[in-house]
């Protein structure tokens, strides 16, 4: 798929992938059983991009407003150590991460679909949104996925920040022969 340059652009230079959960890493619905357990269902493509994208360098952080349990599981699952759950002040959050980690807002990417993520994805080096995000953060947004969240949303960006970043010619070299 073609880029824009200036997408492409803004793409090189991002070192951590930041990822709100609902909406974005989920179909943004919430699902309770009968004893009042919530569940959530996450996408192993997804998960396969985030693999892949960590493998090349990239960092990966999930900041998200509610706590599940399921979330902690899915980030250990990924290998992703910065996690934070139960935050409403992202942006906040994210210039604690970015001191920690020792990063600019240039070489973040953030994506996110709802009011709480309107600052980091104005703030980042590349803000992202998926599209069942409302219109006025997917307007606020240097990119928009194909695919809503949930449904390929983050395999999407994944893709694309390894493509736009040169890495997407030699992954699937080593996939095609074999030496993963």
Known sequence: MPYPPEL???????????????????????YFQADGQETKAFSTQD???????????TEVAIITGRESPMVARRAASLG?????QGR???LALLRR????????????AYCGDDLPDLAPIRCAGLGIS???APDYIREQ??????????????RDICDGLLQ?????TALLDTHLHGRN
């Open 141 to 154: 947004a240097d990119w928009v996925t194909r695919r809503p969240g949930g449904h390929g949303a983050v």
């Open 130 to 132: 998926v599209p069942n």
């Open 164 to 168: 736009m970043q040169g890495h997407w």
């Open 47 to 57: 998960g396969q991009g985030i693999k892949l994208l960590r493998q090349a360098g």
């Open 88 to 90: 409403d002040d992202k």
């Open 97 to 108: 991460l970015l001191d920690t980690l020792g990063l600019e807002f240039e070489q973040v």
């Open 80 to 84: 992703i150590e910065h996690v934070f």
């Open 8 to 30: 492409i652009e803004r793409a090189r230079r991002v070192r951590l992938l930041v990822l709100d959960v609902d909406g974005v890493m989920t179909d943004g619905q919430l």
